[in-house]
């Protein structure tokens, strides 16, 4: 079993930065992918940016050059950095970790409001 424990997250003037984190614990081994995602009220969820064990990112093109995500593996941590926030960023934002078994899993979600 693995849990996460996610951090960061709030309200915050568009322009602004806000950075979340996530740590995984628990018995595994590799943690080969880790990943945000984001649901926002009436929508499906989807993917922010991911993150695998050699460091390879990807983004979705709505967040590329404002978002950067980051792991440590000696933590088990990743971390989204989020600056130039938009209203349409708001969202509640979910870790995803992959281990390479049957299963992944998610954190709990934390609220990312954009507001003036």
């Known amino acids: 079993q693995v849990q996460l424990v996610e951090s960061g997250g709030g309200l915050v003037q568009p322009g602004g930065s806000l950075s979340l984190s996530c740590a995984a614990s628990g018995r595994f081994g590799l943690i080969y992918y880790m990943g945000w995602y984001r649901q926002a009220l009436g929508k499906q969820r989807e993917l922010v940016a991911g993150?695998?064990?050699?460091?390879?990112?990807n983004y979705a093109d709505s967040v590329r050059g404002r978002f950067t995500i980051s792991r440590d593996n000696a933590k088990s941590t990743v971390y989204l950095q989020m600056n130039n926030l938009k209203p349409e960023d708001t969202a509640v934002y979910y870790c995803n970790v992959d281990t390479g078994g049957p299963t992944d899993y998610w954190g709990q979600g934390t609220q990312v409001t954009v507001s003036s």
């Open positions: 993150i695998r064990t050699g460091g390879l990112t």
